[in-house]
């Protein structure tokens, strides 16, 4: 593994755990106003779009990393629609 | 162009676009306390490490998107510091 690849591995690895905190948060505190609906409906077509990118140049870090963010941006979407609700109602 | 270039090229305009909502929420509302501090701390380093393998892999689209995205994050993660005080006092 060269310089540049563990550069490229630390890079995936930090982008893959970002949205943890954030997820755990919408899913502890229920509150989620000033999260952004749009920003995560756009992220999800996102992952979709690198994850077929991915799946077509057999690229395994790309598809890894864009599968996880679905799951955990996904999981935050999930909490925005649910408990967004709170404010219309 | 290649159809797997476009879908890339898609993915990456999808991602960089994806924050602006976020960040034009932030900005206009002065709300914060749902947004995770963690979350675009550890973007914040994401970007910049993608930015440094982009530039050792001279890989112009790497470079652009995350230098966009260091941009637009790192606004929202502004916001956060200057709004979020408003809890604390």
Request: hydrophobic share 45%; charged share 5%.
């Given at each position: 593994m060269t310089y540049t690849d563990l550069i490229g591995y630390t890079a995936s690895l930090l982008i893959m755990v970002a949205f943890l905190p954030q997820a755990y948060q919408v899913w502890k505190t229920k509150s989620v106003e000033?999260?952004?609906?749009?920003?995560?409906?756009?992220?999800?077509?996102?992952?979709?779009?690198?994850?077929?990118?991915?799946?077509?140049?057999?690229d395994f870090p790309i598809i890894i990393?864009?599968?996880?963010?679905?799951?955990?941006?996904g999981s935050i979407m999930v909490c925005k629609l649910k408990y967004g609700k709170k404010i219309i109602t």
């Open positions: 000033d999260v952004s609906l749009m920003t995560y409906t756009i992220l999800m077509f996102g992952s979709v779009s690198w994850t077929t990118y991915g799946l077509l140049k057999s990393t864009n599968v996880t963010l679905f799951v955990v941006q």
